[in-house]
């Protein structure tokens, strides 16, 4: 664990540093410094370091584009732990520390403070594509810029120098997949693809979509507190200028020639929204689109959610459709059974045979007919009744039928098994008797060491559990009948509609 903390406020000609280090004495002691924002700085900060014994430290350094990034590679490249902070919240953190007075020393103390106590993220340099594309990209951005500047007062047109273009079209071809994929996307032209991508670099970086629209601004930001401080709702447009800019116009073709974002963008306009909020909510939304693509590695498929959910809709039909038939049995005067099958199919029943294995319609209506001549009604319902037979044809048409195991069964009056009811009714009051006997030497234990109050309460409950036990005990036993069941192959059977 690193207890070695840096801050290091950067500007254009130097950098000021504050280190909190741990002494050869074991006290937490500190230092500041400040260097030239050069080569011969770089050296100087290390230099500082081992003289005072810090061989790895957290370094921290708030976001300020070229001035920091080449500290903040010479520091990762050297083997340092390097964070580097949004400014906001550095200021922010400065806000709660009250911190009324303002230079760059005082700057990097609160840094190294703020690294200290809020163990901020690791930073990773991008890789060297990425980061000429981007040098490349705000280049040529703003060399557009001042044209458009020019073009305004000459009224006459130039075209990028051919330098940057020929850059363009190099460092292209090492990322043209990625550029094809959000072009075809979110259907924006191939600048607009690189700039996005550009600035985007690893998308791996962003936790979710969300964190993506975070980072180029397009968030709804609420400003409310108590009654008194109320503003509307607008784009929080913190983050990346570049990238939010970048979005614009693609959002405004795709709100008016985007079938998906056009259906979007009339339910917000349905509901009352401003335009330019429409917009915004339109570059989330490509936003989300581009962040798919890029993390999926796959073409932008307009039709997933509907496709899945109407396999979703087709899987739940065809669980619907399955319709399970259980036999049953019944007993006539003569205490015949059965060996006969009825499947009832919306409004037609068929009698399965059970010795021919054919079958013969009933009735085509939706009230079936009653098949089983007793004395006791059948139970008749969506699933397999049974009709009446002599047991002696069933066993001479089946001799397989009694050599099964399963042949003979017990079952009580409610259709459940013997031996699987009376095993859990043989369980119940030997786990009554043993807790209320533990019980019970439980209470003489509590009346010995004076705890009378306590020792009835357990006594009671001992003997309420001995009295169940007894009771379940001595009760007499249900009587069972034994009934033949039928071949458990030919009990059960589905039917697929």
């Not at 798919?292 to 073409?299: D, E, F, R």
């Not at 019944?330 to 021919?356: G, L, Q, W």
Request: aromatic share 6%; with cysteine; hydrophobic share 35%.
């Amino acid at each position: 664990m690193i207890n070695n903390f840096l801050g290091i406020d950067v500007s254009k000609d130097r950098f000021d540093v504050f280190l909190l280090f741990i002494s050869k004495k074991g006290k937490r002691e500190s230092r500041k410094r400040s260097f030239k924002n050069d080569d011969h700085g770089f050296q100087g900060l290390l230099s500082f370091l081992q003289k005072h014994n810090v061989e790895q430290v957290k370094a921290c350094m708030e976001a300020t584009g070229c001035y920091s990034e080449t500290l903040a590679e010479f520091l990762h490249n050297a083997g340092h732990f390097v964070s580097v902070i949004n400014p906001y919240c550095i200021k922010s953190y400065a806000r709660s520390k009250l911190v009324r007075q303002k230079n760059d020393q005082i700057d990097a103390e609160i840094i190294a403070d703020y690294c200290q106590r809020q163990e901020p993220s690791r930073w990773t340099p991008s890789s060297p594509e990425m980061k000429k594309l981007k040098h490349l990209y705000r280049c040529s951005a703003a060399l557009k810029d001042e044209l458009t500047l020019v073009n305004n007062h000459l009224e006459k047109k130039e075209r990028l120098p051919k330098e940057v273009a020929n850059a363009w079209e190099d460092l292209a071809m090492n990322i043209e997949q990625k550029i094809e994929t959000i072009k075809n996307s979110i259907r924006i032209g191939e600048e607009s693809a690189i700039a996005i991508l550009a600035e985007v670099s690893d998308i791996k970086a962003f936790r979710d979509a969300r964190q993506l629209a975070a980072y180029a601004g397009t968030i709804p930001q609420n400003i409310t507190s108590g009654s008194s401080v109320y503003a509307k709702p607008r784009l929080s447009k913190s983050g990346s200028r570049t990238l939010r800019k970048a979005m614009y116009f693609p959002a405004i073709v795709a709100k008016n020639h985007n079938p998906i974002i056009m259906t979007f963008c009339k339910r917000l306009k349905e509901k009352g929204k401003h335009n330019m909020a429409i917009v915004g909510a339109a570059m989330r939304k490509l936003l989300h689109i581009v962040f798919g693509v890029l993390s999926s590695k796959k073409a932008f498929d307009p039709d997933h959610i509907k496709n899945y959910r109407a396999k979703s809709s087709t899987d739940i039909e065809q669980q619907t459709t399955v319709v399970t038939a259980e036999t049953t049995t019944a007993k006539d005067e003569n205490s015949k059974e059965v060996c006969k099958y009825s499947v009832t199919n919306k409004d037609t029943t068929y009698a399965i045979d059970k010795a021919t294995g054919t079958d013969t319609k009933l009735c085509e209506s939706e009230d079936l007919q009653p098949i089983c001549e007793s004395n006791e009604e059948a139970q008749i319902g969506t699933t397999v009744e049974p009709t009446s037979v002599d047991r002696g044809e069933a066993n001479k048409q089946e001799p397989n039928a009694s050599n099964s195991p399963s042949s003979t069964a017990c079952f009580d009056s409610q259709g459940n098994s013997v031996d699987e009811k009376s095993s859990k009714r043989a369980i119940q009051p030997i786990v009554a008797g043993v807790v209320g006997a533990v019980l019970l030497v439980s209470c003489a234990a509590l009346y010995i060491i004076k705890m009378p109050v306590v020792a009835v309460v357990v006594g009671i409950v001992g003997l309420a559990c001995i009295s169940f036990a007894l009771y379940h005990a001595l009760k007499p036993n249900t009587k069972f009948e034994k009934v033949e069941s039928v071949n458990p192959t030919t009990t059960d059977l589905t039917f697929q509609l």
